[in-house]
């Protein structure tokens, strides 16, 4: 009897188990079936999203971890940008839609700042001389990316020697007041660093690299100059010797020194220089002179701002009220310069005015400026509004 009963369990066990596993492998069936492709087209829709993804080998247990590997592209043969703020790359739906306000336009290029006026950088670094220094654009490699699946061209534009926040953390790097020892500032309180400074030279050369790495296209280099506004009289340099060099060859040795180190990234380097340099001689009391910049960057980029010449320049009572004529003179005479040198007059690819300064600035006055730009024989050039406003349909 006790013996039937066993077996009778043992039986009804069998059956049981049997059972059960035929039910976990319909279970898993169903699941697998109906949840794994939700699983990978939300996988799948992620890597859509981000764009120039790749991806690892997985198990089919395993999604798919999206990597974004920096990509470059070739410089175009014309450059049409504009100027974006580190303020505004840090914010997503400010920045796309600025970014989809250019939609149908000739606009085929962006520069960001990588590191401002302020000295504040746009992406996490580690440096020497900085040390550990966080980055105002938290998705800067993911955004690059975003603005080459758009068919951008992206420039990161770096402040060199102004940088108020090197200058109060480095002061021995930075220009103090030959009166009292303190750090020197300029009528906006900024401090700024010494051109002939070594470690703000390498220091410089990492920020660029670093920028180089995360996909920007090219590297701009503006504020390499020495100081103009404040008393300048009034400054003491703990490396520049000046007396002993001129402050034009102190400037020259740094764009030596620039050019070298950054031949190996194979990779544009462009620089901004006063609007002026174009048609002085001198150096403007800033070292800036266009002979001693073409021979060692790709691009020059003088900021021809109507606004910025002064009352009589071409005897004109307000230059920012005749764009064409300030434009073309301007850059008819730095073509003369460059080919005086032997050089392509295409490496030059002015800054112009989309803001208003001295003048409302229409869309008729900017489409002036882009005439005088063609007008000079050249093909390029870049528009600047510090607050990222276009007047949209000067570029359709």
Known sequence: MRLRL?????????????????????????????????????????????????????????????????????????????????????????????????????INSVVIDVKDYSGAVSMDIETKIAGKLDGRVKDLLEFVDYLHQKNFYVIGRISVFQDNLLSRTRSDLALKRLDN??????????????????????YTIAVAKEAHKLGFDELNFDYIRFPSDGNTTNISYPYSRLGVETQAEALRKFFVYLDAKLKDLDAPISADVFGMVTTNTDDLGIGQVLENT????????????PSHYPTGFLNYKNPASVPYEIVKHSMSVAVARALAQGYSPLKLRPWLQDFDLGANYTAEMIRAQKKAVYDAELTSWMMWDPSNKYTVEAYR
Do not use: C
Not at 61 to 73: D, M, N, Q, W
Not at 184 to 202: F, Y
Not at 296 to 304: E, H, K
């Open 181 to 202: 020892g303190a750090l020197w500032t300029d009528r906006k309180g900024i401090a700024w660093l010494d051109v002939s400074a070594p470690e703000v030279w390498d």
């Open 6 to 106: 066993k077996k009778k369990i043992h039986k009804i066990s069998i059956v049981a188990l049997t059972a059960g596993i035929a039910v976990f492998a319909l279970a898993y069936f169903f699941f697998f079936s109906y949840f794994e492709p939700f699983v990978y087209d939300q996988a799948d829709s992620v890597l859509a999203k981000v764009g120039n993804l790749t991806t690892k080998t997985a198990s089919s247990s395993e999604l798919f971890v999206p990597t974004i590997v920096a990509t470059h592209k070739k410089t175009p043969e014309a450059v049409k940008a504009i100027y974006m703020s580190s303020w505004v790359a840090a914010t997503k739906n400010i920045r796309e839609r600025l970014i989809d306000s250019l939609a149908e336009t000739e």
């Open 294 to 305: 073409i021979p060692y960057f790709d691009y020059v980029a003088p900021m021809v701002y």
